[in-house]
């Protein structure tokens, strides 16, 4: 999407930043791990499938992609790479055209050592303030994997209810509808969020 390419999102715990080929080489790596791919039901793609995955991404208006950088990381490593600061991924699909204010939600902590930390709490809770105040969002949905309960977790304690299981996907459908005290929470959780300009932003920490 390339509404977002030219935007960093700076948090507590995570920066989110657009998608772009510097980040490719280590997503690769990530993917290649059997677990990774089971849990986001990825197939294996080359090196060069990945290049071209990330420009499709990056062009097409029904997804949005951010990579979550550990913001720990990126504030005590000026003037390096953001390669080696990335955690994962955070993603929104609008997939729905009968149902332009839903979207589906999706968070990769890739990296181990980012785990179980809190990363892919603030990730989600700030893609969907992205989504409700920039891409008009009222209602999100999260497809898990059944055996993914870290996951399942997760988002129930971001407010999501079960609405559905699926045997033959092996997952669970998760949903939050964003009634106007749900909105307000949400609001309130990522107050402490700064927008910036993506270049600019990244230079800021040199």
Same mark, same amino acid.
């Given at each position: ?38 849990l986001t039901a990825s197939e294996p793609l080359t090196l060069e499938q990945e290049y071209v995955m990330q420009h499709s991404w990056r062009e097409d208006a029904d997804k949005c992609t951010f990579i979550v ?5 990126w504030w005590a490593q000026p003037g390096t790479g953001e390669e080696s600061c990335m955690a994962g991924d955070v993603n929104l699909f609008l997939t729905d055209l009968g149902d332009p204010s839903l979207g ?44 993914? *309960? ?5 988002? %129930?304690?971001? $407010?999501? &209810? ?8 092996? @997952? ?9 005290? *749900? ?5 309130? %959780?990522?107050? $402490?969020? &700064? ?8 230079? @800021?920490?040199?």
């Amino acid at each position: 999407m390339r509404l977002n390419q030219n935007i960093l999102l700076l948090g507590k715990k995570v920066v989110l930043v657009p998608y772009t080929p510097e980040h490719v080489p280590r997503y690769h790596e990530w993917m290649k791990s059997e677990e990774l791919r089971r849990l986001t039901a990825s197939e294996p793609l080359t090196l060069e499938q990945e290049y071209v995955m990330q420009h499709s991404w990056r062009e097409d208006a029904d997804k949005c992609t951010f990579i979550v950088l550990d913001a720990e990381k990126w504030w005590a490593q000026p003037g390096t790479g953001e390669e080696s600061c990335m955690a994962g991924d955070v993603n929104l699909f609008l997939t729905d055209l009968g149902d332009p204010s839903l979207g589906e939600i999706e968070v990769m902590i890739a990296e181990p050592s980012c785990r179980g930390q809190g990363l892919g709490t603030e990730a989600v809770l700030m893609m969907m303030s992205y989504g409700v105040t920039k891409l008009g969002l009222t209602k999100f949905e999260a497809k898990i994997g059944q055996g993914n *309960e870290p996951s399942i977790r997760m988002f %129930q304690k971001l $407010h999501f &209810e079960q609405v559905a299981v699926s045997s033959v996907f092996q @997952e669970v459908t998760l949903r939050l509808t964003m009634s106007e005290p *749900e909105r307000h929470w949400l609001l309130e %959780q990522t107050s $402490h969020v &700064e927008e910036k300009p993506y270049r600019a932003g990244a230079s @800021e920490r040199r």
